[in-house]
């Protein structure tokens, strides 16, 4: 049988229907069971510190807002003070649900003495303005990824902070989560002796086959598709990955990539040419003489995987959208190495176990309950706020400081510009990880 655009597609039989449609339904039952954000963790909990909470102020209160604003009941140090976007009706509608109130416009939020910390949440070609705008009138910022979209913005901004003395921190704080955290000590610990290689996988499945225009959050806020696609993968998740190997491995010298646009046709109301590159892949070069390869695309099957490769064994998480996801450690041991050239051995649960092949839950992996393992992601968005709230108090800079994001933000702007050529791009900033 052949679709609109002459293709051969398989017509489903009944069996076939019926269990998808069962499918869809458990899937849905288990999203409504687990809930869509942690609102209580003991490992996501912060204590409170007694002080009185840092007031902050959203820009852009689209999708990712109602992520963040539903994660603040995490908390308690952090008061949303109030929120603004252009689109004003969107502003009522998150300060109706979140009890604050909205900004006739972005000077009066800047004018409010009430808010220290300006949370960027508007889509990447505003991010250069807008955190600019907080800086210049004395606000704290901490910014959805990318910091900018073009490096001589990004280093203005991280200049203009320091300048003025205050914080400019970047999403994404995954880098902050229990399953980081637990990554970076077993890899100090040597759990995996010297570390000679890093695979990074984000593939998102085929977004433009699964209706993205009907995708919402669960106030309800549409999915931003269209500036998605414009934006592309790689500068929208590339910084999932190089926050933690620059955190993990620090600076990276070179980066060689190459990015595609393997689907121009995604949705009829998108002239192709508007839409970015689909997938790039990259070779990224450490000081150290650790490379990672970093894949991004909206094309593959979902995968969102960290292998750390050392000479004693592999580190593993399989979800890096989960703060909790379990830490698997593998060990190099001779038997292993030659059974897991035999395939089917991988392929099969016991076997594999019995060779040592699937490893096994490191003792530093995060414990988490019921509701988080079957949970699909479990992020946190309102960590980095609170971290950044935290260190505002105590007079520390934040973990995710302005120097991370900027090389970050680098790394990922010159594997998404790198087109068909392949060409290495010799990077220009720096970060020297902190203890
Ligand atoms: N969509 C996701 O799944 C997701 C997940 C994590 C992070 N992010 C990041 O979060 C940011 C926002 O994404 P989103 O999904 O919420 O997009 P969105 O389009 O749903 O929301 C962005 C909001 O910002 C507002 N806005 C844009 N420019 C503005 C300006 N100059 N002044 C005032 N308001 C402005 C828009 O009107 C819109 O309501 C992006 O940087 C994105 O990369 C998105």
Redesign the pocket.
């Known amino acids: 049988m052949g679709d609109r655009r002459g293709q051969v597609v398989a017509v489903p039989g009944p069996i076939d229907r019926a269990r998808r449609r069962l499918g869809k339904l458990l899937l849905n039952q288990l999203d409504r069971w687990s809930g869509p954000f942690p609102t209580s963790s003991p490992d996501l909990q912060a204590e409170a510190s007694g002080l009185a909470p840092t007031g902050l102020a959203f820009?852009?209160?689209?999708?990712?807002?109602d992520?963040y604003a539903a994660n603040l009941s995490l908390h308690a140090d952090l008061k949303l003070v109030g929120v603004?976007?252009?689109?004003s009706s969107?502003a009522e509608r998150l300060a109706q649900r979140h009890g604050c109130q909205t900004y006739p416009s972005?000077d009066a939020l800047l004018a409010d003495p009430n808010v220290k910390i300006v949370a960027n949440?508007?889509?990447?070609h505003?991010?250069f303005?807008?955190s600019r705008k907080a800086l210049e009138a004395g606000k704290h910022v901490y910014t959805?990824?990318p910091l900018a979209m073009n490096l001589a913005d990004a280093e203005q901004l991280v200049a203009l902070a320091d300048a003025k003395g205050l914080a400019l921190s970047a999403?994404p704080c995954s880098i902050l989560s229990p399953t980081a955290q637990a990554l970076r000590r077993a890899i100090e610990r040597g759990d995996v002796g010297t570390v000679r290689l890093a695979y990074a996988e984000l593939d998102d499945g085929a977004i433009h086959r699964m209706h993205p225009e009907e995708w919402a959050s669960p106030a309800g806020?549409?999915?931003?598709w269209r500036?998605?696609f414009k934006?592309g993968c790689t500068i929208?998740h590339a910084a999932y990955h190089l926050t933690w190997l620059v955190v993990l491995f620090g600076s990276a010298q070179t980066v060689t990539a190459q990015s595609a646009r393997l689907v121009p046709e995604k949705h009829p109301d998108l002239p192709a040419e508007e839409c970015a590159a689909d997938f790039s892949v990259a070779c990224i070069r450490f000081e150290s003489g650790l490379v990672a390869r970093l894949t991004c695309s909206i094309v593959a099957p979902h995968d969102h995987s960290l292998q750390i490769i050392g000479d004693e064994g592999v580190l593993t998480i399989d979800e890096c959208w989960h703060f909790q996801a379990p830490l698997r450690l593998q060990r190099a041991t001779p038997l292993a190495r030659r059974a897991e050239t035999y395939a089917w051995i991988g392929r099969h649960g016991l076997l594999s176990r019995f060779f040592g092949l699937m490893g096994g839950r490191s003792d530093l992996s995060p414990k988490l309950d019921f509701r988080s393992r079957v949970r699909r992601h479990q992020m946190d968005?309102a960590l980095g706020l609170a971290e950044l709230a935290a260190a505002l108090r105590s007079g520390r800079p934040s973990r995710l400081t302005a120097a991370l994001a900027l090389h970050v933000t680098e790394i990922a702007l010159a594997i998404d510009r790198s087109g068909e050529d392949g060409a290495t791009v010799k990077l220009k900033t720096r970060y020297v990880p902190t203890a």
């Open positions: 820009v852009g209160c689209g999708f990712v807002a992520f603004a976007d252009h689109d969107r972005l949440l508007t889509n990447p505003s991010h303005e807008i959805e990824k999403a806020t549409p999915w931003p500036d998605e934006v929208e968005y």
